[in-house]
């Protein structure tokens, strides 16, 4: 079983010929930069979501990057988020000298949490933005979200990194506010190697968002050398950023993007199938069976009152037994940035501090065979039958 050849990853990206043979095909066409396979993916991509824009950069945190700019958002202003997830949806803001207000999540979904959100917003007039993230896939409160966007008037960007392509109440999760970026991270539920997306149905915030992504020149790059009106002509409008997406990548993601529905109904296969196989162990909680989750991950919570390890040991038990696993989040407010520039305490966030603590995320992807699954389901009961601490009654 410890066989390094045995050894199930946490995660693998799901790339087959056609990934293989659409990068041939951008090879060995003589244009490799951003030019008509990111502009195809894009028209895909937007009919897909059904977004009037789409507009693909080079990673999900130029995109936010980007449509927090786009959004008017600069210096002094706020943005309000989550601590619980990765720096990316936080360092955007001070990319632009603005500063995030963190509020803590909900302890069921690990979402921000609507109540924190609305107290947040009638304390401090600065907030200029709401920044959810739908985390390892499942939806922030978008309805309590969206009701205080329209009571407060300013956007909501929403981090959709995790959340491609679900769709809630027939509206896929990045649609729902202004702006949605999705990630094509090589981990991520489709992917580019790098990569990202930004939607929207706002003509300023896309017209804006298009300069901007390459140097705030006022043409695309494709226009320039392939156009019938082709010419040397360009005009610099803005200091604008190189976040464009080459096509060798987007000729990836149009055959990802093919594949994203079977993707996620395999995921919802193996979330189903943990769901059965540990659905009734003391010692650890589910996230809760639903459609209604992109199951980018799944993200388990140990109950440290029910086990004598903690949850480290418990890891490092798994990687012995040839599973790789992973943390996710380490909550911004106790990385030492954060911590040193707005002097953050561990305790400050209570809900995002407890659930770093005690969570672990398991494989979840599509190459994932039964039998991986089921070797992982074993090893976590297993370890945890065999660290189990009864305690009080019922147990
Ligand atoms: C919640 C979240 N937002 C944004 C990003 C940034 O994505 P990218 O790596 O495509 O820049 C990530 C990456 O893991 C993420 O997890």
């Given at each position: 079983?410890?066989?390094?050849?045995?050894?199930?990853p946490?995660?693998?990206?799901s790339?087959?010929?056609?990934?293989?043979q659409a990068?041939?095909?951008?090879?060995?066409?003589?244009?490799?930069?951003?030019?008509?396979?990111?502009?195809?993916f894009?028209?895909?991509?937007?009919?897909?979501?059904g977004?009037?824009?789409?507009?693909?950069?080079?990673?999900a945190?130029?995109?936010?990057h980007?449509?927090l700019e786009?959004?008017?958002?600069g210096?002094?202003?706020?943005?309000?988020?989550?601590?619980?997830?990765?720096?990316?949806?936080?360092e955007?803001?001070?990319?632009l000298?603005?500063?995030?207000?963190?509020i803590?999540i909900?302890?069921?979904?690990?979402?921000m949490?609507?109540?924190?959100l609305?107290?947040?917003?009638a304390?401090?007039?600065k907030?200029k933005?709401?920044?959810?993230?739908h985390?390892?896939g499942?939806?922030?409160?978008?309805?309590?979200i969206?009701?205080?966007?329209?009571?407060?008037?300013?956007?909501?960007?929403?981090?959709a990194?995790?959340?491609?392509?679900l769709?809630?109440?027939g509206?896929?999760?990045?649609?729902l506010?202004?702006?949605g970026?999705?990630?094509?991270?090589?981990?991520?539920?489709?992917?580019?190697?790098?990569?990202?997306?930004?939607v929207?149905d706002?003509?300023?915030?896309?017209?804006?968002i298009?300069?901007?992504?390459?140097?705030g020149?006022?043409?695309e790059?494709w226009?320039?050398?392939?156009?019938?009106?082709?010419?040397?002509?360009?005009?610099v409008?803005?200091?604008g950023?190189?976040y464009?997406?080459?096509?060798i990548l987007?000729?990836?993601?149009?055959e990802?993007?093919?594949k994203?529905?079977?993707?996620?109904?395999?995921r919802?296969?193996?979330?189903?199938?943990?769901?059965?196989?540990?659905?009734?162990?003391?010692f650890?909680?589910?996230?809760?069976p639903s459609?209604?989750?992109?199951?980018?991950?799944y993200?388990?919570?140990?109950?440290?009152?029910?086990?004598?390890?903690g949850?480290?040991?418990f890891l490092?038990?798994?990687?012995?037994?040839?599973?790789?696993?992973?943390?996710?989040?380490?909550?911004?407010h106790?990385?030492?940035?954060y911590?040193?520039?707005?002097?953050?305490?561990?305790?400050?966030?209570?809900?995002?501090?407890?659930?770093y603590?005690?969570?672990f995320?398991?494989?979840i992807?599509?190459?994932?065979?039964?039998?991986?699954?089921?070797r992982?389901?074993?090893?976590?009961?297993?370890?945890?039958?065999?660290?189990?601490r009864?305690?009080?009654?019922?147990?």
């Amino acid at each position: 079983m410890n066989r390094k050849s045995d050894f199930i990853p946490f995660a693998l990206p799901s790339l087959g010929e056609e990934e293989e043979q659409a990068v041939l095909r951008v090879l060995r066409s003589g244009w490799l930069t951003t030019g008509k396979e990111a502009k195809a993916f894009e028209q895909e991509f937007a009919d897909y979501v059904g977004a009037r824009y789409a507009l693909a950069v080079n990673s999900a945190t130029a995109g936010l990057h980007l449509a927090l700019e786009a959004a008017g958002i600069g210096p002094g202003d706020k943005v309000v988020t989550t601590p619980y997830t990765f720096t990316a949806t936080a360092e955007v803001i001070r990319y632009l000298g603005a500063d995030p207000v963190f509020i803590d999540i909900d302890l069921s979904t690990y979402n921000m949490d609507p109540a924190a959100l609305s107290r947040a917003l009638a304390e401090n007039r600065k907030i200029k933005c709401i920044l959810p993230v739908h985390i390892g896939g499942k939806p922030a409160a978008m309805d309590e979200i969206l009701k205080l966007k329209k009571k407060y008037t300013i956007p909501v960007i929403e981090d959709a990194a995790h959340a491609f392509p679900l769709s809630l109440k027939g509206k896929f999760l990045g649609t729902l506010g202004d702006a949605g970026v999705y990630s094509f991270y090589a981990t991520k539920t489709i992917t580019t190697g790098e990569g990202g997306m930004i939607v929207t149905d706002n003509d300023e915030i896309a017209g804006r968002i298009a300069v901007m992504r390459l140097h705030g020149i006022d043409r695309e790059i494709w226009d320039r050398y392939t156009s019938k009106k082709a010419s040397w002509q360009y005009r610099v409008v803005e200091a604008g950023f190189k976040y464009n997406m080459p096509d060798i990548l987007a000729a990836m993601g149009r055959e990802q993007l093919k594949k994203g529905a079977a993707f996620l109904s395999r995921r919802r296969q193996i979330a189903a199938y943990y769901e059965k196989e540990l659905g009734g162990l003391d010692f650890l909680i589910l996230p809760p069976p639903s459609e209604l989750n992109a199951w980018h991950l799944y993200i388990v919570r140990l109950k440290e009152e029910k086990c004598t390890i903690g949850r480290d040991t418990f890891l490092r038990y798994m990687k012995e037994k040839g599973i790789g696993t992973s943390v996710h989040y380490i909550p911004l407010h106790i990385m030492p940035y954060y911590r040193k520039k707005y002097g953050f305490k561990p305790e400050d966030f209570p809900h995002a501090l407890h659930v770093y603590q005690t969570v672990f995320s398991l494989p979840i992807y599509p190459g994932l065979t039964e039998e991986q699954c089921s070797r992982v389901a074993a090893a976590v009961r297993a370890i945890g039958e065999s660290h189990y601490r009864s305690t009080g009654r019922g147990s």
